[in-house]
């Protein structure tokens, strides 16, 4: 059997432990991009992270897409990727018709 809240935990601590360490290029990237000040609501970014996993489920980060594509070459690249997009709007809680 597998531990799967001990992987769920381990998954994450993996990818906030990533984004801990490209913090300041990110931030960077985003004050390049967003030069006047603001609240911090004016865009966002959609990284993609490949990961291993072993046979003991442990992940390793193999690597982190800084534009992830969107392609769907598959039925199921087409049902992840459709979740990501939705669950994206409703983060940025977006509503049809929002412009």
Request: aromatic share 10%; proline share 5%; charged share 25%.
């Amino acid at each position: 059997g597998i531990d799967t809240e001990q992987f769920w935990d381990d998954l994450a601590d993996l990818m906030v432990k990533t984004l801990l360490s490209v913090a300041p290029q990110l931030e960077h990237v985003y004050n390049a991009s967003v030069p006047h000040k603001n609240n911090g609501n004016s865009c966002f970014e959609i990284l993609g992270f490949d990961v291993m996993v072993d046979s003991k489920y442990r992940p390793f980060l193999l690597e982190v897409n800084h534009w992830p594509s969107l392609t769907c070459d598959s039925p199921l690249d087409t049902s992840v990727k459709a979740t990501l997009v939705e669950e994206t709007f409703k983060l940025l809680m977006l509503r049809k018709g929002d412009r």
